[in-house]
């Protein structure tokens, strides 16, 4: 039971690194044709990489820590309000700042919790 769970993992893994490699091709193609490249474009091209990274220190380590699909949520959030923002009401724009900041300060929190700044680390005994 292990073996095919591990093996639809990789699957998976699979079917998202080539889906994201096409969407990233169809992406540069859509700037080529455009001729034009926005920040919404650069944001979504940096969501592909950190998909990628993804995948990759999945394959290596199989296992995901918690701060790569944070990080896809803050640039997929700022990507939505720079696309949004000009026609949502400056009020909805704050719950999304909101939602942001949040974020980061989960990623801070998890970022310190594996550091020695905070005296949390165990210290060993001789």
Known sequence: MQNIAKNLQLILMCIILVSTVIAVGIEI???FLNQSVTLADLLLMF???EVLAMVRV???QQ???ITLPLL???TALARFIILQGKEMDPA????EAVAIVLIAGAIVILRLRHSDKLGLKKKKSK
């Open 63 to 65: 296992s995901i820590s």
């Open 72 to 74: 896809i949520a803050i």
């Open 29 to 31: 193609k859509k700037m």
């Open 92 to 95: 909805a724009l704050v719950y």
């Open 47 to 49: 969501l592909y990489l």
């Open 58 to 60: 999945f394959w290596d």
